[in-house]
């Protein structure tokens, strides 16, 4: 073994203590963090405003600061993009992730201090590291490149003094010289906006390199991976790259994909490690690749509440630390970050499968469910349902998405489910029984709803054409990097302009 490699590994096993130690001592690191949160703090507008000297506990700290989100925080984010310092966070904050949009407002702007940088993002990066070399000490990552996919927003200047970009372009943009000879392609094709030219030119620009393993979104990955073969001719990626070992992905649900890439890396000893990561921060990753549940990551400059969902539209909704979570309840996560975000809602959920150590899976989005009727389905319900469907029926699913039906004076209302498979079910309405079975089975609400054909009728499946879904996202200019296809709505904001899209395909 190198030089290089062994200074690697023990840097990883040093690492990894870490991660035990906090796995052993979860609620003293939460409050560890908490406390260093609040003294760096203390002298920033944000926390003379609300106290922050006199701060000596989590009660102290529920009492003089209220929840927020980007709405709540976006004037004092306004002011930080100006360039003022000592607003919500130590120092001038320089880097902003250009994140997805509020209900008013195009595109949120992150801080991503140095400190989140480096104690968050790039710590993240090298926790995955170690825990994946830790589980299988005989890899090869460190003798190949990892290829990536990033965002479509290059850095560019929002004022003279501050600069933004997709989360992913501004960790590229900071990359140490040593991460940027393992990581393929190089930034100035990474960084390409145009989605479309820059997968031409990763292809063009890796083919012929040594790849060990893949970091990004499956939806998109799955993108290059067609073009990698179409380009070469060949009939699988093992052919292309044959000491491919790892896919870290993370950003959508893995399982609806799972097969698609079982099929094109078709290989017992390749693994798939989910991972957990937004603007905000990085919360959690597969540390066990025999389950699906992820470790809440407790030592990255990030304090955990959470609400209860149940309680979330209350006036008086109240959010609990890390030590009062209930296994099985369904949580939106509010976090406090060492880059300015103070009880923040980030409008995630999850639940938690486990305690000490606290391990967590994504649930869905506080605004993402449908709920026209009261029957409070989630995205997932919707995930279970739709593997439960596919198993019964063999079909494949490339993506999905769902709202309602509303009722009128003659019609009773319904959910409306667009899907575009890889591969069909034999038959639609087969599939769609067991898909609409499976939410009675797993919802009551759904199925009290559903009770007789009361309030809803059975679900309606629409086959959408291959490739409708890139052509929505394209319309919409949401391909590439950290966009996501939105998967279930209240409305019919998405399924309306989703449909214009297939007619226009099958006309």
Same mark, same amino acid.
Request: hydrophobic share 35%; charged share 30%; no cysteine.
């Given at each position: 073994m190198s030089f290089f490699r062994k200074s690697v590994y023990k840097l990883m096993d040093s690492r990894y203590r870490k991660l035990e130690d906090?796995?052993?001592h979860p609620i003293e690191h939460q409050q560890e963090v908490f406390e260093d949160?609040?003294?760096?703090?203390?002298k920033t507008e944000w926390g003379i405003l609300h106290d922050y000297k006199s701060i000596n506990s989590l009660t102290d700290y529920i009492q003089k600061v209220p929840l927020t989100d980007y709405d709540i925080l976006k004037p004092y984010i306004e002011r930080m993009v100006a360039g003022e310092k000592n607003i919500l966070s130590p120092g001038k904050v320089k880097w902003f992730a250009?994140?997805?949009?509020?209900?008013?407002?195009?595109?949120k702007f992150i801080p991503v201090s140095d400190d989140s940088l480096k104690k968050t993002h790039f710590k993240a990066s090298m926790d995955i590291f170690a825990m994946y070399v830790h589980n299988f000490p005989d890899s090869n990552l460190l003798v190949g490149k990892n290829l990536s996919i990033g965002g479509s927003h290059r850095v560019s200047n929002i004022s003279s003094n501050?600069?933004?970009?997709?989360?992913s372009a501004l960790m590229l943009h900071n990359l140490p010289p040593i991460s940027k000879l393992i990581n393929s392609p190089k930034s100035e094709i990474a960084l390409i906006p145009d989605f479309e030219e820059k997968i031409e030119k990763i292809v063009k620009?890796?083919?012929?390199?040594? !790849?060990?393993?893949?970091?990004?979104?499956?939806s998109w990955f799955l993108v290059l991976i067609k073009k990698v073969l179409d380009e070469t001719g060949k009939e699988n990626l093992l052919e292309v790259w044959p000491h491919l070992e790892l896919f870290v992905h993370g950003g959508v649900n893995f399982e609806p994909y799972r097969e698609q890439y079982e099929k094109l890396i078709p290989s017992d000893k390749m693994r798939y490690m989910n991972s957990y990561n937004a603007s905000e921060g990085f919360f959690a990753v597969q540390d066990d690749l025999t389950s699906d549940d992820m470790l809440?990551?407790?030592?990255?400059?990030?304090?955990?509440?959470?609400?209860?969902?149940?309680?979330?539209?209350?006036e008086d909704r109240k959010a609990i630390p890390l030590e009062e979570v209930e296994v099985g309840v369904n949580y939106a996560i509010v976090i406090s970050t060492i880059g300015g975000l103070w009880r923040y809602i980030i409008g995630d959920t999850v639940k938690f499968t486990s305690r000490f150590p606290f391990k967590i899976k994504i649930t869905g989005r506080t605004r993402h469910f449908i709920n026209a009727f009261g029957e409070e389905v989630i995205i997932d319900n919707a995930v279970n349902g739709l593997d439960f469907a596919c198993k019964k029926t063999g079909a494949i699913i490339n993506e999905y998405t769902a709202g309602p039906i509303f009722m009128d004076a003659d019609h009773k209302g319904a959910h409306q489910w667009i899907i575009e498979f890889e591969k069909e079910p034999e038959s639609l309405e087969v599939f769609a029984d067991h898909l609409d079975s499976y939410l009675q089975n797993i919802n009551s609400d759904y199925e009290a709803k559903r009770f007789k054909d009361i309030t809803l009728k059975?679900?309606?499946? !629409?086959?959408a054409?291959?490739?409708?879904?890139?052509?929505?996202?394209?319309?919409?200019g949401k391909i590439g990097g950290q966009n996501k296809i939105p998967r279930l709505a209240n409305d019919r904001a998405y399924l309306d302009p989703m449909l214009e899209i297939i007619n226009e395909m099958n006309s």
């Open positions: 906090f796995r052993k949160l609040i003294k760096k703090a203390r250009k994140s997805s949009g509020t209900t008013s407002d195009r595109s501050t600069r933004t970009g997709d989360l620009s890796t083919l012929h390199e040594k !790849v060990v393993s893949l970091t990004g979104v499956p809440l990551m407790l030592d990255h400059g990030i304090y955990y509440e959470f609400i209860p969902m149940t309680e979330f539209t209350n059975r679900l309606e499946l !629409v086959n054409p291959k490739g409708a879904f890139y052509q929505w996202m394209k319309k919409r």
